[in-house]
């Protein structure tokens, strides 16, 4: 008996040891969990916002084709339905959109319209970069999706 002493020591330090690693693996797990949950988040964000856009350009068709040229500025008068022209909504319809992609998604996502034959495309990005390196352009997520009418 007096050879055998200190093993048992040695087990529960073994499985001590064990059981670090385990935590520690599932700490990455729960890490790794949580980002790809944000980064969900802000691609449902995209697609919401995208949609949003796409279902106001439809809704001003006289002056669907401005929508890539016109530069967004909020105008008070278009609150209402019988307020403003259509060229005013389409201004409109571009700060409040604008608006929401820099409040809704992180490092101030920007959005993009353009149209090539005849197809609408909008275009979201975005930063999944967490440091404050705005230089990095390697976490730039994108959300596109077009339409034609």
Known sequence: MKNNTGFTLIEVLVAVLVLAVGLLGLAGLQAASLKNNQSAYNRSQA????????????????????????????????????GCSPSEMTANDLFEWNTAISSALPNEGTGTISIKDGVYSIIISWSENRDDNKDDVSDITSFTTSFSL
């Open 47 to 82: 697609t919401q916002l995208a949609y949003d856009i796409t279902d106001r350009m439809r809704a001003n068709v006289a002056e669907i084709a401005a929508y890539t040229t016109s530069t967004a500025s909020t105008i008070a008068s278009c609150k209402n339905s019988t």
